[in-house]
């Protein structure tokens, strides 16, 4: 159980990304939190018991998709529009890392059960994470198990495992001893991986140390889902340095894409790397669309203590 209490959410580190400052004081109360990520064992535990089938395993409907594209955005044509999932594929030199399609490919097929596409299986993998999760998935699943998604800061509180303001969930150190602590990416992203924490993908649950409040792999493996929606500017409006967000506006804040509908994903993934994506971090925050998955994002759970379940303080 992480007992709750006040902490300093988001960062003041210059290094950080602008979308984690300032950092603010924040409260959350006592919760249960998984102590790892939903694996794809437990995930078929799921779908076994009740037929769920996942978004990815759906033709995209259009009149969903144009919700989130500019006005007048033309349809693809109906052969494009096919079950599938976003997988990270290496290219096989240098590319220009400002264009995320260089290794992001739209793959028909690709699903919780078929990580990569076609061809591919779960085999060997039954402890991984389960990857491909949209965010009405990890819902169902969440309320399958009578459990609930973690708010961003009952994530990162969680994540912190008790410390404070540092950088890392085990301190200020990546590497310390040389150790590795968390599922990253070594090597210069997207094409020169180079594996030495035993990784090139996904790892199994376990594999890496638990925080202080005994949670694994809290920070890489895969980023995951929190009930929140992505603000790029939230700690800015929480120590009012910009104004609230109107009730009646989309309650997703994204400058980049304004017709974004984002939840925040937390913790990075093993395709964070020292130069391209230093996300593995408790402070770290991005958006991900919330009704799509891909290769690298998956997610855990939380249950209310039962005393907050009863109203009791």
């Given at each position: 159980?992480?007992?709750?209490?006040?902490?300093?959410?988001?960062?003041?580190?210059?290094?950080?990304?602008?979308?984690?400052?300032?950092?603010?004081?924040?409260h959350?109360?006592?919760?249960?939190?998984?102590?790892?990520?939903v694996?794809?064992?437990?995930?078929?535990?799921?779908?076994?018991?009740?037929?769920?089938?996942t978004?990815?395993?759906?033709?995209?409907?259009?009149?969903?998709?144009?919700?989130?594209?500019?006005?007048?955005?033309?349809?693809?044509?109906?052969?494009?529009?096919?079950a599938?999932?976003?997988?990270?594929?290496?290219?096989?030199?240098?590319?220009?890392?400002r264009?995320?399609?260089?290794?992001?490919?739209?793959?028909?097929?690709?699903s919780?059960?078929?990580?990569?596409?076609?061809?591919?299986?779960?085999?060997?993998?039954?402890?991984?994470?389960?990857?491909?999760?949209?965010?009405?998935?990890?819902?169902?699943?969440?309320?399958?198990?009578?459990?609930?998604?973690?708010?961003?800061?009952?994530?990162?509180?969680?994540?912190r495992?008790?410390?404070?303001?540092?950088?890392?969930?085990?301190?200020?150190?990546?590497?310390?001893?040389?150790?590795?602590?968390?599922?990253?990416?070594?090597?210069?992203?997207?094409?020169?991986?180079?594996?030495?924490?035993?990784?090139?993908?996904t790892?199994?649950?376990?594999n890496?140390?638990?925080?202080?409040?005994?949670?694994?792999?809290?920070?890489?493996?895969?980023?995951?889902?929190?009930?929140?929606?992505?603000?790029?500017?939230?700690?800015q409006?929480?120590?009012?340095?910009?104004?609230?967000l109107?009730?009646?506006?989309?309650?997703?804040y994204?400058?980049?894409?304004?017709?974004?509908?984002?939840?925040?994903?937390?913790?990075?993934?093993f395709?964070?790397?020292?130069?391209?994506?230093?996300?593995?971090?408790?402070?770290?925050?991005?958006?991900?669309?919330?009704?799509?998955?891909?290769s690298n994002?998956?997610?855990?759970?939380?249950?209310?203590t039962?005393?907050?379940?009863?109203?009791?303080?």
């Amino acid at each position: 159980m992480d007992p709750g209490g006040d902490f300093m959410m988001g960062t003041d580190e210059q290094e950080a990304y602008p979308v984690e400052r300032p950092a603010v004081k924040r409260h959350v109360e006592g919760f249960y939190m998984d102590e790892t990520e939903v694996t794809n064992a437990e995930f078929k535990k799921f779908v076994d018991a009740t037929g769920y089938v996942t978004i990815a395993e759906k033709k995209p409907e259009w009149e969903e998709m144009k919700k989130q594209l500019p006005p007048n955005t033309p349809k693809p044509a109906d052969s494009l529009l096919q079950a599938g999932s976003l997988v990270f594929v290496a290219p096989d030199q240098p590319v220009d890392t400002r264009d995320i399609s260089n290794w992001w490919k739209w793959t028909p097929g690709a699903s919780w059960k078929h990580p990569e596409g076609p061809g591919t299986d779960l085999q060997g993998r039954m402890d991984h994470p389960v990857v491909h999760i949209a965010y009405d998935d990890a819902l169902a699943y969440a309320k399958w198990a009578g459990k609930r998604l973690p708010t961003e800061a009952e994530w990162e509180y969680a994540a912190r495992g008790g410390l404070t303001e540092k950088r890392y969930s085990w301190g200020d150190e990546l590497r310390p001893q040389g150790k590795f602590m968390a599922n990253t990416f070594q090597g210069r992203f997207p094409n020169g991986n180079q594996g030495k924490d035993g990784f090139m993908g996904t790892a199994p649950v376990k594999n890496f140390p638990a925080n202080d409040f005994g949670l694994y792999d809290i920070i890489g493996n895969v980023w995951e889902m929190t009930d929140d929606w992505f603000d790029a500017i939230k700690f800015q409006r929480l120590t009012g340095n910009a104004p609230k967000l109107d009730a009646n506006m989309n309650q997703c804040y994204n400058p980049t894409n304004p017709y974004a509908k984002e939840r925040v994903i937390k913790g990075g993934s093993f395709l964070c790397s020292d130069n391209y994506c230093i996300n593995y971090r408790p402070s770290a925050r991005q958006g991900h669309a919330y009704d799509s998955g891909s290769s690298n994002v998956g997610f855990r759970c939380v249950q209310d203590t039962p005393s907050k379940t009863l109203g009791m303080k």
